[in-house]
């Protein structure tokens, strides 16, 4: 077997692992529980919520009974207390329309803004570019990251289709993109700092964590345009010692990085204005969460959806399935868990709403993206006499 299908099959059984532990650790059923006024579980119920979960009287059918009783949610008479435990289908079945289809509109908008980011650095760079075309090929990056299977990424379509389209060459394109990804993160950084302030007390390691890697990556900025630095580690004259192709080639890529010096003010605006452009999509997790009813707080998200961002671009799943859930589930079910005081395995519950929210708003943006995939459509029958995308593969 060659080290290419054995990295594959790895990547596969750990997608495969990971899953199986998430699936593990949330509920499918839904189950309810009677505890008495000290918080010890009475009684514990499995069975099938009938109609709205959320509810003051819930309709509940006990697995083996034939007819479905009502529940009075909370606090009863005689001091005990009824807490309602959904599983992930009850949730999903009782999605409310209206809130889910305003995320989905954020998420919309925010797609266009950050594709204009990328827009604003393709000029920069001096890449004749239309903003129409930026929003297309961005569109089609997005289809490639979230509904076609195989090795070529979004960020790769989006290179191939610059070059093939502009008077640039291909450093300066793939530039273009790494320069966009490190703002990307560089912002939402940014942002989950902020967030991060207000979740200090409670979650100190959290917060802790996330202001240390927003510092490493702005030094790790710092060190790549430093003139300053590159004396001190000789770094041209390391690169005059290297053969003449490898040579010109990395002399090309410091010179399209280099370039972006020039429009630090652009750059800097587009970070400052990120707790605005975010808020988008963390407005349309948290329009989704309360579509499904999950019950976090818009402040925790605004820490939640950057660090979860974060985690699921790393590339060892197909469009980070597994790692988003896993991420989600994780972060909300400690966020969310002390909003469910004195409630049974209230982490757990908190969790299985949060791989809700993460499949759901998951497979909404891969229903946006086959806008991407009509664009592409549209691209091929304007531009017929090109050799097929696929051969991206094996660039």
Request: with cysteine; charged share 15%; proline share 4%.
């Amino acid at each position: 077997m060659s080290k290419k299908y054995l990295f594959a099959t790895l990547k596969i059984a750990l997608v495969g692992v990971l899953f199986a532990v998430i699936f593990h650790n949330i509920s499918w059923e839904d189950s309810y529980s009677h505890l008495d006024a000290q918080g010890m579980v009475l009684v514990e119920n499995e069975g099938k919520i009938v109609g709205p979960w959320d509810q003051d009287r819930v309709r509940f059918l006990q697995t083996g009974a034939a007819h479905a009783i009502y529940l009075l949610r909370g606090t009863q008479i005689d001091g005990t207390t009824i807490a309602i435990s959904p599983g992930l289908p009850t949730y999903v079945r009782n999605l409310d329309i209206g809130l889910f289809a305003a995320g989905a509109l954020l998420f919309f908008f925010f797609i266009v803004v950050i594709n204009s980011r990328w827009y604003f650095l393709l000029r920069a760079n001096g890449l004749g570019i239309r903003f129409l075309e930026a929003q297309k090929f961005g569109w089609i990056g997005l289809f490639f990251n979230n509904v076609m299977p195989g090795a070529t990424g979004g960020d790769v379509v989006k290179a191939v289709y610059i070059v093939r389209r502009c008077a640039g060459d291909k450093v300066r394109a793939v530039v273009s993109i790494v320069v966009d990804r490190i703002l990307g993160l560089i912002s939402m950084l940014f942002v989950g700092s902020l967030a991060s302030a207000l979740a200090m007390n409670r979650f100190p390691a959290f917060a802790s964590a996330m202001w240390l890697t927003g510092l490493g990556v702005l030094v790790f900025c710092f060190l790549l345009i430093s003139p300053t630095l590159r004396r001190l580690l000789y770094f041209d004259t390391f690169v005059d010692r290297l053969p003449e192709k490898v040579g010109n080639f990395i002399r090309d890529l410091d010179a399209a990085v280099l370039h972006y010096r020039g429009h630090l003010r652009g750059i800097v605006g587009w970070i400052l204005a990120s707790p605005a452009i975010y808020t988008l999509l963390v407005g349309s997790f948290f329009c989704m969460s309360e579509a499904l009813g999950v019950g976090i707080t818009l402040a925790d998200l605004f820490f939640i959806v950057p660090v979860a961002s974060v985690i699921q671009g790393i590339p060892i799943a197909p469009a980070g399935w597994g790692i988003g859930e896993a991420a989600y589930g994780a972060l909300i079910g400690k966020f969310g868990a002390s909003s469910l005081a004195g409630v049974p395995d209230a982490e757990q519950i908190m969790r299985t709403r949060g791989v809700a929210l993460s499949v759901l708003h998951r497979v909404h943006v891969a229903l946006w993206s086959l806008i991407g995939g009509l664009a592409m459509l549209i691209d091929r029958k304007t531009h017929p006499d090109e050799p097929p995308l696929a051969g991206a593969k094996d660039a």
